[in-house]
T-cell receptor, first 117, second 115 residues
């Protein structure tokens, strides 16, 4: 079974600073994808960034980068130059075949990020 | 805009009632996934359909059922509603059902309140 662990229920960051949100995962599947989603207070789920299990380089998307350490089974999200609009819940998720072969996303419990002006 | 449409946005109903949540996936996507988000349980996978066929069940109660129609839209039916069913229900879609390297695209959710 897949498992995602996010150990930081809440984080604070000063505007314009960088912040790292932690994520560790567990799976027996050799092929998997790791995803980060942002959920603002309005409720929608916004896809941010993806990292594949076979990717050699860390993924980057604008101000978002993923620090992927396969041996440690970690996939931390780094947000650079934080903005007030980055205040939201952030979810780490994994997609793998799993026992049912369904490739559904398995989510962590999330980290609530608050950006301080 | 993810391209996934969920209706209604909000639903308020009483215990014991039955409701239907509707989802239209992104154009071209064949897979539809349903998730429930509650404060105590987080984001829980309920059920997955691919091209009209049920592919997998997660933590879905027997009082809940779903289907995917030939036009690929999906409906989640919740019956004999209880207070604990109050949650945000998401639909998500993807092109393939056997791919780990593409994201699921989420609708804006239906917020269900059971009183």
């Amino acid at each position: 079974a897949q498992k995602i662990t996010q150990t930081q229920p809440g984080m604070f960051v000063q505007e314009k600073e960088a912040v790292t949100l932690d994520c560790t995962y567990d799976t027996s599947d050799p092929s998997y994808g790791l995803f980060w989603y942002k959920q603002p207070s309005s409720g929608e789920m916004i896809f941010l960034i993806y990292q594949g299990s076979y990717d050699q380089q860390n993924a980057t998307e604008g101000r978002y980068s993923l620090n992927f350490q396969k041996a440690r089974k970690s996939a931390n999200l780094v947000i650079s130059a934080s903005q007030l609009g980055d205040s939201a819940m952030y979810f780490c998720a994994m997609r793998a075949q799993g026992e049912a072969g369904s490739y559904q996303l398995t989510f962590g419990k999330g980290t609530k990020l608050s950006v301080i002006p | 805009d993810s391209g996934v449409t969920q209706t209604p946005k909000h639903l308020i109903t009483a215990t014991g009632q039955r409701v239907t949540l509707r989802c239209s996936p992104r154009s071209g996507d064949l897979s539809v996934y349903w998730y429930q988000q509650s404060l105590d349980q987080g984001l829980q996978f309920l059920i997955h359909y691919y091209n009209g066929e049920e592919r997998a069940k997660g933590n879905i109660l027997e009082r809940f059922s779903a289907q995917q129609f030939p036009d690929l839209h999906s409906e989640l039916n919740l019956s004999s509603l209880e207070l604990g069913d109050s949650a945000l229900y998401f639909c998500a879609s993807s092109l393939m059902d056997t791919s780990y390297n593409s994201p699921l695209h989420f609708g804006n959710g239906t917020r269900l309140t059971v009183t």
